[in-house]
């Protein structure tokens, strides 16, 4: 392994795709926080492509591994990289990218720190995955030499689902906040809605995929509509499961909510639509740490959330900066909804509350976890 100077660290970030997904988007977030914070960074890209590509800082390099038939295609290409040991450490993230690192780095005796990043809540990710899926997933985690959870509920879940020890895990909050909010928020949406103060906007965001449970929000918000006259704006990429985004279509349609619900696809610029909107709901199953949710308290947009695993509670102090509301329950939901649309909020506040979840803090604590990694290794 590389010996590095606490300044002149070398870091590289492995993920799949730049695409609209918030672990893609969280590492774009690190690697700029942490060529900010003074090390050298390379991101490691199965495939260049995405629009989080645009976010990049000038300093932090592409690696474009070009791969033909996704990761598994290029696992000589990353045992490549790891052999020339050019990294003082490798962060990756996404169950089936982490477990192709670990396989890369089989056998080799020189390579970089393997730190996997866990950003979702395992037990509940695999539970809908075949058998041998999973043991390839689960194996693949045994040959990192660290690992990192979003939250320290994933923390806790990833104990039991990998059965690691906990000393092996660290967990590290998303690096969601950076000083380019404010500037972001004056963005216009280009959407009339958010124009119209006489009917509040609802906002969510998040890929338009099942686990996300929009179904459920929708239902909630037919009931919201029976007291209050506001809109529905559900932000995310309708690509991921075209069949979920037609099943969302119908139910608006048999709610007879067309002309109060809508889903314009993945947006570029969530700050400007938080910073308009009157409220902001999160309606997922399971989660690790939801950023979307800390965007929010960062544009000062009052939020409710499902009381889910994990990352809402820990984000929300068990509710002292939100209304938390239990998981698949849209009659609970829609009148945590209507508690909020009644109530006083402080928007500096809740601001205030996003600033725990900086890119600042965040790569600060990454760039400690890789010293005190290399110093041990370096001693034993």
Known sequence: MNSAKPNDLKVALLVGTLNSGGAEKMMVQLANALHKAGAAVELLLVNKTGPFLDDLLPGVQIRNLNAVKGVKSVVTDIRKVLKKNLFDAVISTQPHVNSVLGYASLGLTERPLIIMREASTPSRKYSGINPVSTFFYKTGYRFADHYVAVSEGVKKDMTAAYNLPESSITAIHNPVIDDSITERCKEPTGDSWFDDPEKPVILAVGRIVPLKNHKMLIEAFAKVREHKDARLVILGDKQLDPDHTEVLNDLIMDLNLSNHVKLPGFVSNPFSYLSRAFLFVLSSDYEGLPGTLIQALGCGCPVVSTDCPNGPAEILEAGKWGILTPPRDAEK????????????????????????????KSASRYITLIRQLMDEQNKS
Not at 334 to 351: G, P, Q, V
Request: glycine share 0%; aromatic share 4%.
């Open 333 to 360: 939901m829609a009148e945590s909804i209507l508690t909020a649309m009644n109530s006083n909020h402080d928007s500096e506040r809740l601001k205030s509350r996003a600033t725990d979840f900086s890119s600042e």
